[in-house]
């Protein structure tokens, strides 16, 4: 009996006897990627941990004593707005006074852990030649485009990326998990050259709280809108998302034109056309494409184009902002496909001249560049095109653009379906920027 009475009461404390899991610890760096500040001799490292640490980078010049500097910076607490409200610090560090031109290695963490070591090339703010990949849509699952982008940001023939929106699909996924999971997909690019963003429709979950805390561009609005300078071009990132979730805030449309008004005149003084012959740019949803679904692009009174007219007061649109202010180009994605427009403005096409469309043209240049790879698979075309298109592709891959100099500006359109075969080439030429160069 006695024995019984033993056993029960052992039962009863069952409960406080069960082993609890261990305290989760994970204190090693991942999810490492750069970011260009806007400050030549700069660069900025974010990463991720989901235990607090210190946020250090050690780093070196190329061939020398590995890791003879170091960098501090900060984490800050993103907590997912999930259901299991994970948790995870964000760390960045800014490192400065790099020297242009020459390769630097590093790693980052703390002492508690230390990631792979990567390297880079600090931007050359006079570099007279950057050159980029760019595209939009890239996914965690189908990111077929990503293989190739590895190879050529880890041979070193890129100076930046801009991915135009649309990343993971979705980084909110399984309690933000998709975004790690992206985020350690893209480490292999976006670590070795800067990986400079925009939003997209698939970061609006929980007000873009993913993309606002992942990310580190350039500027005072989480990375929502900005801009930066790299050789002859100023670029200019922009969401095109405020037009469309007035939940979060109808403000930050107005608070968004406002900014592009300003920092275009900025762009346009004499000195800084002098010194940045072009303006390009980015933003997720184009204001023209003629695919076949329904999104904003195919209609006529596109909001980003023309504005909309149901806020109080009534939103202005883009199309008139840009072409008074004389940007050049103007890159976007959100369509999987690809699609080069002939100059155009008010819907109508203004080239150069018939034989040569793009050299000296009379309205900006747009380009859709959506199928990197994503799950969604790609977009169909409407079979009647508008005479502003010029070319489209349905095929998976990106765009390389390079500014070769205050003239010229090369695009052309890698196809992964075709093994990286450049379906699609184009130069701008341009003696002339600014609005004056329209008329
Ligand atoms: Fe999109």
């Known amino acids: 009996m006695a024995t019984l009475h033993a056993a029960y009461a052992l039962l009863s404390l069952a409960p ?33 941990t989901f235990n607090s640490t210190d946020s250090l ?15 501090q910076g900060s984490a800050t607490l993103f907590v997912d707005s999930g259901s299991e409200k994970r948790k995870m610090y964000i760390h960045r560090v800014t490192l400065s006074d790099l020297k242009p031109g020459s390769r630097y290695v590093y790693h980052c963490g703390s002492e508690m852990g230390w990631s792979d070591m990567f390297w880079f090339k600090p931007l050359d703010d006079t570099s007279t030649s950057p050159s980029f990949a760019l595209y939009g849509d890239l996914g965690n699952e189908n990111p077929q485009s990503l293989a190739r982008l590895q190879k050529e940001t880890q ?29 350690r997909q893209i480490q292999s690019i976006a670590a070795y050259v800067p990986y400079m963003t925009c939003p997209g429709n698939h970061e609006a979950t929980y007000n873009f709280s993913n993309y606002r805390n992942r990310f580190s561009m350039p500027g005072q609005s989480e990375s929502l809108w900005y801009s930066w300078n790299i ?6 990132s922009l969401s095109t998302e405020v037009y469309f979730y007035l939940e979060y805030g109808q403000e930050l449309l107005f608070r968004q034109y406002e900014w592009l008004k300003r920092d275009l005149e900025e762009a346009n003084k004499p000195e800084s056309r002098a010194a940045r012959p072009w303006i390009i740019t980015m933003g997720h ?3 023209y494409c003629s695919d076949d679904d329904q999104d904003d692009c195919t209609t006529f009174d596109s909001f980003i184009r023309r504005g909309r007219n149901d806020t109080k007061p009534p939103a202005p649109g883009l199309e008139d902002l840009f072409y008074l202010h004389g940007v050049d180009l103007e890159l976007w994605a959100h369509e ?15 080239n150069g001249s018939t034989e040569d469309p793009y050299t000296n043209p009379k309205a900006p240049v747009h380009i859709i560049t959506g199928s990197a790879g994503c799950r969604e698979r790609t977009d169909k075309f409407n079979p009647n095109p508008k005479d502003w298109s010029a070319f ?3 095929d998976y891959g990106y765009t390389h ?24 080439s184009i130069w701008i030429v341009k003696e002339k920027h600014g609005y004056d160069a329209w008329l």
């Not at 980078?57 to 960098?71: H, I, M, N, Q, T």
């Not at 050789?231 to 200019?236: D, M, Y």
């Open 16 to 48: 406080l006897l069960v082993v609890s899991d261990p305290p989760v610890v994970y204190t090693q760096p991942e999810q490492v990627h750069l970011s260009y500040p806007g400050v030549p001799g700069s660069m900025v490292v974010t990463w991720t």
């Open 57 to 71: 980078v050690e780093y070196s010049p190329w061939g020398g004593r590995l890791f003879d500097k170091s960098a």
């Open 155 to 183: 041979t070193g023939i890129l100076d930046a990326i801009l991915h135009i929106g649309d990343f993971a699909y979705d980084m909110h996924e399984d309690n933000a998990r998709v975004g790690d999971e992206f985020m």
């Open 231 to 236: 050789g002859p071009a100023h670029i200019i």
């Open 285 to 287: 949803r184009p204001m």
């Open 336 to 350: 999987h496909t690809y699609e080069r427009l002939w100059p155009v403005y008010g819907d109508k096409v203004y």
């Open 392 to 394: 489209r592709s349905t």
């Open 401 to 424: 653009m390079q500014v070769v100099n205050r003239t010229h500006v090369y695009l052309g359109q890698v196809s992964d379906d075709q093994a990286g075969k450049v379906i699609d």
